[in-house]
């Protein structure tokens, strides 16, 4: 092969790694999120092809596998973090167990069935809201979405029936305890990550998949 040949291999090999990093960059992901009403412990949303609910209150311990409560064909293993009776902090409905993910620590759902179309929906029930709630949404390995308390704070919009437990006397009434909806509209997950930036701790509850009907 003559110089000129792998010269232009080369060039045309680079041009097309800088049209891929371009076009990587500006890949948008089309998502929805939302909040339901004050003291609304799932989502309220009626559209779907299927989905599947996991409140905890069956797993007193970590790892486990859940099937979602659902005969759709969707299984997830969980793993991560502390499983916690309900109290003042965290527990959606004031009873059963929450999950409890301390500074240092991650909770991952790896799907690993998803059903018939696949899962383009998570919902949970997020209880002592703070800014280091962080939440990740990977496809394939992928990274495709994260969001975290201080997002889902805003989307409160200074409505104050979110501070407080509704289920303790509103207990905590500094922080707020609220269900966040995520609808993909383009893409499927198949992998959830939480963890807790600084202190206290991240404290979801009742994890909700499934595939919706836009």
């Known amino acids: ?5 792998r010269f232009s291999s080369f060039y045309l090999f680079y ?5 891929s990093i371009f076009f990587l960059s500006t890949l948008s992901i089309d998502v929805t999120v939302t909040v339901e009403d004050p003291a609304i412990q799932v989502t309220s949303y009626d559209k779907w ?3 599947g609910y996991e409140p905890f209150d069956f797993h007193p311990t970590l790892p486990f ?3 979602f409560e659902s005969s759709k064909g969707m299984s997830a293993t969980c793993d991560g973090g502390n499983i916690t009776v309900t109290d003042g902090w965290g527990g959606a409905g004031g009873y059963g167990y929450y999950l409890s993910i301390p500074a240092g620590y991650q909770h991952t759902i790896t799907l690993t069935k998803t ?3 696949g899962i383009n929906y998570f919902g949970v029930f997020i209880s002592s809201l703070n800014s280091g709630n962080k939440i990740e949404f990977c496809y394939k390995e ?18 104050t029936g979110y501070n407080g437990n ?9 922080q707020q ?9 383009d893409t499927l997950i198949d992998k959830i990550s939480m963890w807790q930036e600084g202190s206290p701790s991240f404290n979801p509850d009742n994890f909700v998949v499934g595939h919706f009907i836009r």
């Open 1 to 5: 092969m003559s110089i000129f040949c």
């Open 15 to 19: 041009v097309l790694f800088l049209l």
């Open 49 to 51: 092809d299927y989905r």
């Open 65 to 67: 596998d859940t099937d």
């Open 115 to 117: 059903g018939a179309l």
């Open 142 to 159: 992928t990274q495709i979405f994260t969001y975290d308390g201080t997002q889902i704070l805003a989307l409160l919009k200074g409505n």
């Open 166 to 174: 509704p289920w303790k006397d509103y207990f905590n009434n500094g």
């Open 177 to 185: 305890y609220v269900f966040v909806n995520f609808f993909f509209n």
